[in-house]
């Protein structure tokens, strides 16, 4: 069965300074992507950056970077330069990538997220 | 390029009445997604559609429960009966085969109250 972890319901970080949210995460499927979601006190859940299982290099998008260790399964989110706009639910993701659907499968799996304040 | 809409954004109901909710997807998106997520967790897999075909179902999906895209561009999900234990925000997310269906954009979410 597929899974994701999170194990830090909630976090505080200092404005300016970098946090790391964790993630770790159980499947036997070969191939699959993993996902951070950012979603606000609105509702909307916002795609922050997604990582390939056969990608060789950590994936980056502008001050958010993926942490990935394979072996370890655990795919931590580092935000930093925190900003007080960032304060919010943190969710990770997964889904498995079979070739036969033409690429990815449908759903998403999410952990159950963590919840991040940004201190002034 | 407007986002993923959802309406209405909140329902109010009681126990025993159907409700039914909209999703708009991103044009030229052929995936969409249904979500429900309750106080405290993160969303739970529901059904997709690719195109007009739904493709896969969860388990929490219950008889109560159907989803509708009839010709490939906005979808319903209607309730039948709702029970307490249905008050949650329905979301819907959709994707596009251009970037490998990895990216999924998700609306602002219809919330459910089930008196």
């Known amino acids: 069965a597929q899974k994701i972890t999170q194990t830090q319901p909630g976090m505080f970080v200092q404005e300016k300074e970098a946090v790391t949210l964790d993630c770790t995460y159980d499947?036997?499927?070969?191939?699959?992507?993993l996902f951070w979601y950012k979603q606000p006190s609105s509702g909307e859940m916002i795609f922050l950056i997604y990582?390939?299982?056969?990608?060789?290099q950590n994936a980056t998008e502008g001050r958010y970077s993926l942490n990935f260790q394979k072996a370890r399964k655990s795919a931590n989110l580092v935000i930093s330069a925190s900003q007080l706009g960032d304060s919010a639910m943190y969710f990770c993701?997964?889904?498995?990538?079979?070739?036969?659907?033409?690429?990815?499968?449908?759903?998403?799996?999410f952990g159950k997220g963590t919840k991040l304040s940004v201190k002034p | 390029d407007t986002g993923v809409s959802q309406d209405p954004r909140h329902k109010i109901t009681k126990r025993g009445q159907n409700v039914t909710f909209r999703c708009d997807p991103i044009s030229e998106h052929n995936r969409l997604y249904w979500y429900r997520q309750t106080l405290g967790q993160g969303p739970e897999f529901l059904t997709y559609f690719q195109n007009e075909a739904q493709l896969e179902k969860s388990r929490l999906l219950s008889d109560r429960f159907s989803a509708e895209r009839p010709k490939g561009s906005f979808s319903t999900l209607e309730i039948q009966r709702t029970e307490q234990g249905d008050s949650a925000m329905y979301l819907c997310?959709?994707?596009?085969?251009?970037?490998?269906?990895?990216?999924?954009?998700f609306g602002p979410g219809t919330r459910l109250t089930v008196l």
């Open positions: 499947t036997s499927d070969p191939s699959y992507g």
């Open positions: 990582q390939g299982s056969y990608d060789q």
């Open positions: 997310a959709s994707s596009s085969p251009t970037s490998g269906f990895n990216e999924q954009f």
């Open positions: 993701a997964m889904r498995p990538i079979h070739m036969n659907y033409g690429g990815s499968q449908g759903n998403l799996i």
